[in-house]
Structure formats: C-alpha cells, structure tokens
C-alpha cells in the first residue's frame, strides 16, 4: 500500500527544511522523498494534500516511566493494584502516540509492566509507540529503594550485578539501567552520592553487550557520571551536577546527555498544588538551579543533549512530552531547529534506532507528525493537540484530521 504525504514543508531531522516537498510511503516505509512538483506517486496510493502544513519525524522520548501517572506523590503509584496500572499504561501509551511521540525508551517500571505493554504495542492490541523497555532498575542496596516497590532490583557486588543484568534482559529487556547516584524522587536518595561501583556497572555493561543492548546510568553527581562513563554507559540520565570534568570525559566517550528539564519544570510549577512530599520538592527546586547551566556547558563542550522528559513523575503527564522541546527554546538552550534534532535525529542515535527512524529519508521507517503550524516559528504548538494534524507510526496513520478512535485527553486518573 502507497500513502502519499504531498507538498508540504519538511523539516526532516538532520537541520534541513525542504519546502513543497512530497514524501511517499510503501507499506511500513520511505519510498521516496522529493519536490512534490516531480515526485512520482503510484495512481492507487492514498494522497493527503498538506500545503501550508509541516511534516518532521516522529518525536523521540528517551526516558519516560509509562506506568507513573503523574501522581503528586511517586510511591502512591504503587498502591495501585498492578493489573489496573498496566491498563492505565496503555491509555498513557495511546495518548502518547497521538501528541507525536512515536518512540519511547522506558527508564525503569515496577512488574515489568514495560515489557508487557511493549508486546500489546507489537501485537497491535493497543495504540502506542515504539517502546524500548528496560524492566527494573539496577541499584545498590540504597536508602530510599523502598519508595518505589517492586522497580528496584538491588544488587550488591559483581556477581550480584551480573545477574540482575541477566534477570532484565530474560525477561525482555531491550536495554538495561543502573543507579549510578542517588535519585531525587525517593525519600533516602543523595542526587550528589554515587552508588553502584565502576566494576559492578561493568558487569551489567558487559552483559547487555553481549546482546547488543545498551545500558542507561541513572546519575546526577560528578563521581557518578565519570564512574558510570568509565564503565561503558551509552547515556547519562540527567546529568544535573556535571563538572566540566565529568562532561568532557562524555564527549570524548560518546556518551548521550538525556536532559529530563519537564520533571522539573511541571513540580516546580506545581508547588501550589497539594501532595508533592516535602523532600521531593525541596530535592527538585535545589538541584534546577543549575540545570540549564550544566546542558549550556554541555553542548559547548560537544556533549550530545537529547530529549527525555521522566513523564510519569509528578504532574509530568504522559502526552504533554513536547513540554522538553519548549523548555529547551524558552530557556534558550537551543534554537528551535536544534530542539527538534534532539527530539529526532540525534535522540534516535542515542537510544539504538538511528538506523530506522529519527529523521525523514529514504529506506527509514515512517514515522511521521504532520503539524498545522511551523514549530520553527512557535515551538508551543507540539503541545497543541488542536496543532497536530496527523501522526503516522510506521506508516499507520494513528491520530487524522477525523480520528476514528477515541483519543482520551486527560490522564487515566482524571488529574
Ligand atoms: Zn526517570
């Protein structure tokens, strides 16, 4: 089957922007992409007119927790009997997708619930994006695991590591993270105090390897970061407390900086509200001094920044994604034209997937949002669901212009 997406302004993931433009897709693919005056479209293949509309790839979330609502406090999360958290998971899923995102990397879910809303993805029981799922996480013994019941998998020396690694990836993961320092979002957690050890990250490193998966370090503090780049990590989550030392060991590893700005910035805009716990806020408002400095510092120092947001995390609603697009531009960490590259191109480099999405080229998978307005000149319209004309994952139209299916707005807990 050929779908044609005709004479629209492309801004294709790599900087470019290929006015009157026509993208033609077979099946799951690109065919073609070329003037939409000289591109030639098969006479059965459906045609959507798009003039005066915007055609990007698919956006790319590098750490979501898709079984967190964004309850305002995390470990209500997990009062929720699992098998109703999984069905919230997919109605997070559904509404995700539709905003744009058509790729997903989970960063840690409690049950491997991750994994098996990926299979229902897959199995096209449900609408969602492509998911990569890493089960539970790696950690220490730690002060504070406790507050996520069921996410953590502690594990204590190399043969410990070892075989937590193995556990994840037995049960379907698609790559593996670890606690390189505390967290912010649990009672106990130092975000500055490094946890696991060089050799002990080592040996899950080593053991994704050997499936050619990737592993995720979880680390704001300086130690952490060196430690976890030493031991092979492909991307730092966070990074919030980086020296300059910790950065440029980055790039010259290669290693991806995922920002994660919307935990922060939807907590800190909701400090009004009731229910985030003490701690957590108090953790969240210290360590946002220095965010936007650390990624400025980062990119000059040629460390890759590519988007995550931590959707899930308190009032971070799956869906409202793009907020990490906006935060970049409004914060004046990047153009808006960078923004959408570390949304594309360069985030489908760091979780694995350059090869089959991120940008908008021949042979690649069509993964396609379609906007009404030029996110060049207003970055706010991703949020805009009025603004997001269609989406396309894989070539299967998943949100139209008329949308048959029924696209639910609000959260699953009606926050
Ligand atoms: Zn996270």
Request: proline residues 4%; hydrophobic residues 40%.
């Amino acid at each position: 089957m050929h779908t044609c997406l005709h004479d629209a302004t492309v801004i294709d993931g790599t900087g470019q922007i290929l006015e009157n433009y026509s993208l033609l897709i077979k099946d799951q693919e690109i065919l073609a992409l070329g003037p939409a005056e000289t591109l030639q479209i098969p006479a059965k293949a459906k045609v959507y007119t798009l003039s005066g509309k915007y055609v990007l790839p698919g956006i790319i979330d590098a750490h979501i927790h898709l079984d967190m609502h964004g309850l305002p406090d995390t470990y209500h999360e997990s009062l929720v009997e699992h098998k109703l958290r999984t069905i919230r998971s997919a109605i997070e899923m559904s509404n995700t997708v539709r905003a744009g995102v058509t790729t997903v990397r989970n960063m840690g879910s409690a049950h491997l619930i991750d994994i098996a809303v990926k299979r229902a993805v897959k199995e096209e029981l449900i609408i969602g994006p492509r998911i990569l799922a890493c089960g539970k996480i790696i950690s220490m013994t730690a002060a504070g695991n406790g507050y996520f019941p069921e996410l953590y998998r502690q594990a204590d020396g190399i043969d410990e590591n070892r075989k937590a690694a193995r556990e994840q990836l037995q049960g379907g993961a698609d790559l593996l993270k670890i606690m390189a320092t505390g967290a912010i979002m649990n009672p106990g957690g130092t975000p500055g105090a490094p946890l696991l050890d060089i050799d002990e990250m080592q040996a899950v490193v080593r053991e994704g390897e050997k499936e050619d998966k990737h592993t995720a370090a979880h680390a704001h503090g300086a130690q952490g970061i060196k430690n976890a780049v030493k031991a092979g990590v492909r991307t730092i989550e966070h990074g919030t407390l980086a020296d300059e030392d910790a950065l440029k060991l980055m790039a010259e590893a290669g290693v991806y900086l995922i920002s994660t700005l919307s935990s922060n910035f939807w907590m800190l805009r909701s400090a009004g509200k009731r229910g985030i716990p003490k701690f957590m806020f108090e953790k969240a408002e210290e360590i946002s001094k220095t965010r936007v400095e650390t990624l400025n510092k980062a990119l000059e120092l040629g460390v890759k920044v590519v988007m995550g947001t931590d959707a899930g995390t308190p009032y971070n609603f799956h869906g409202k994604n793009c907020m990490e697009l906006v935060q970049y531009v409004e914060k004046g960490i990047m153009s808006p034209m960078e923004a959408i590259i570390a949304s594309t191109g360069t985030a489908a480099e760091a979780v694995g997937l350059g090869h089959c999405t991120g940008t908008l080229k021949e042979g690649k998978l069509a993964d396609c949002l379609i906007l009404k307005q030029n996110p060049l000149k207003n970055i706010n319209c991703l949020l805009e669901l009025d603004c997001i004309h269609m989406v396309f994952k894989e070539g299967t139209l998943v949100k139209g212009e008329v949308d048959p299916q029924h696209w639910n707005t609000s959260t699953p807990l009606g926050l």
